[in-house]
């Protein structure tokens, strides 16, 4: 016995915020690399590989949404949201090359650092930062409601502090003729980016292993279903996302039939899924005694059997 539900993909308004974000931010991340090659910057080339990690997280919001509205097939019964997932997958491993060779040239540059035409750098840093602020205010509104669009919201404001360090970078040199800034500036907003690309890449495989969604205590879940009246032994217990905003259930209830009633047992244990853990999309196997899955000796951690307390 089960129940299940999908979680809505961002509305329209959602759509078009993205889709101009991802103009407005791509258009400028390829002027920064344009501008940090004929510029002499490092510093610009490295925010210009930060603010791709904005363009990518936009396109992907972006691609989910149009991808995700395929409908489910005879092939993929979950329908395209992993989309989102492989997509961010391949971003962060394209992202550690990013910044690896921003840290190699860094390294290669720091014993003779070639001049910084720190005017034409803080131009285009200045520009960066106005960019920036606009695709805020595009995505602002919908961040609350999806989780694609807070993703990318908060991608552009982390980018923002890049392009602000690049401006103190290039008003340091302007003053004190010190080229090197631009290389310290530059590791650094490399040394950022690593750490939030590892997040990333850590968050998608997770999910990519079928693994337990991040936010959601497992123990305590397995506590909750058991202290439910009736309930007498739980296993086959499975939690995982398709997505990042579809997150699924399945297990196998042992109930006392003089308790409950199927219909009554099942409804409670969807509603704690619901109120509790924001659980909707469900299969509920409900049992008056073990199945022989539990008895059959599986290797598989999921088999394991957890008893209500007496």
């Given amino acids: 016995m089960g129940k299940g539900s999908d979680h809505a993909l961002p509305a329209a308004g959602n759509e078009k915020a993205l889709r101009y974000a991802l103009m407005l931010t791509g258009g400028f991340m390829l002027a ?3 501008g940090g090659v004929m510029l002499n910057s490092l510093a610009l080339l490295s925010d210009a590989a930060h603010m791709f990690t904005d363009v990518a997280a936009l396109a992907i919001a972006l691609a989910a949404i ?25 971003n962060a491993l394209l992202l550690f090359g990013v910044a690896a060779y921003i840290l190699y040239e860094a390294w290669q540059r720091w014993s003779d650092p070639p001049a910084v035409q720190t005017t ?3 131009v285009i840093a200045v520009l960066g930062t106005i960019v920036n602020l606009v695709s805020m205010r595009l995505l602002s509104s919908g961040k609350d409601s999806s989780l694609n669009v807070k993703g990318a919201y908060l991608e552009v404001w982390s980018d923002l502090l890049g392009s602000i360090g690049v401006i103190v970078g290039a008003l340091v040199i302007l003053f004190t003729g010190w080229n090197w800034v631009d290389t310290v500036i530059a590791v650094a907003i490399g040394l950022w980016v690593l750490p939030r690309t590892w997040i990333l890449l850590k968050e998608t495989l997770n999910i990519l292993l079928e693994g337990v969604p991040e936010g959601i205590d497992l123990p305590q ?3 909750a279903l058991l202290d439910l009246p009736g309930v007498v032994s739980l296993h086959e217990l499975h939690v995982w996302a398709v997505s990042s905003a579809k997150t699924s259930l399945s297990a196998h209830v042992i109930y006392n039939p003089q308790a409950a ?17 924001e659980i909707t999309h469900t299969t509920i196997q409900l049992e008056t005694q073990a199945c022989g899955m539990t008895a059959a000796g599986t290797s598989n951690a999921g088999a394991d059997h957890w008893k209500a307390p007496v």
């Avoid at 489910?72 to 329908?79: E, N, P, Q």
């Avoid at 009633?261 to 853990?277: E, H, I, R, S, W």
Wanted: cysteine-free.
């Fill in 261 to 277: 009633d199927p219909g009554t047992m099942l409804a409670a244990v969807n509603q704690l899924l619901a109120k509790q853990f």
């Fill in 221 to 223: 879940l397995k506590r």
């Fill in 120 to 122: 034409g750098v803080l």
């Fill in 66 to 90: 149009r991808v995700g509205r395929r409908p489910v097939d005879d092939r993929r019964t979950f329908g395209y949201h992993r989309f989102e997932i492989l997509a961010a997958a391949f």
């Fill in 32 to 34: 920064e690399v344009i």
